[in-house]
Nanobody, 124 residues
């Protein structure tokens, strides 16, 4: 059974950094495309970053140049390095896995497995 567990969220001041981790169990990361999504109160869940089978990455315009998605297949862990955080980045962050894909895909409906989320709060 595929399970995903996020960690690394917390409270940070604007301009600060956080690194989120997503530990996968029950499967190999090499068999899936992965993504990070977020949901702020009162808003729909949105894609933040995605990575495909060839490690090609894609980012939402709002985080481009500030966030970096990566994965360590040996550790079965997905990461999201977040720099220059601002108040608009405040949200619950989720990692998700979907069947193999090239290039990275954003459609939430295509992601089969989701973690429970980790809260990121940025104060200005």
């Amino acid at each position: 059974q595929v399970q995903l567990a996020e960690s690394g969220g917390g409270s940070v001041q604007a301009g600060g950094s956080l690194r989120l981790s997503c530990a996968a169990s029950g499967y190999s990361l090499t068999n899936y495309c992965m993504g990070w999504f977020r949901q702020a109160p009162g808003k729909e869940r949105e894609g933040v970053a995605a990575i495909d089978m060839l490690d090609k990455t894609s980012y939402a315009d709002s985080v481009k140049g500030r966030f970096t998605i990566s994965r360590d297949n040996a550790k079965a862990t997905l990461y999201l390095q977040m720099n220059s955080l601002n108040a608009e980045d405040t949200a619950m962050y989720y990692c998700a896995a979907r069947p193999p894909c090239v290039p990275p895909r954003w459609d939430l409906g295509e992601y089969s497995y989701w973690g429970q989320g980790t809260q990121v709060t940025v104060s200005s």
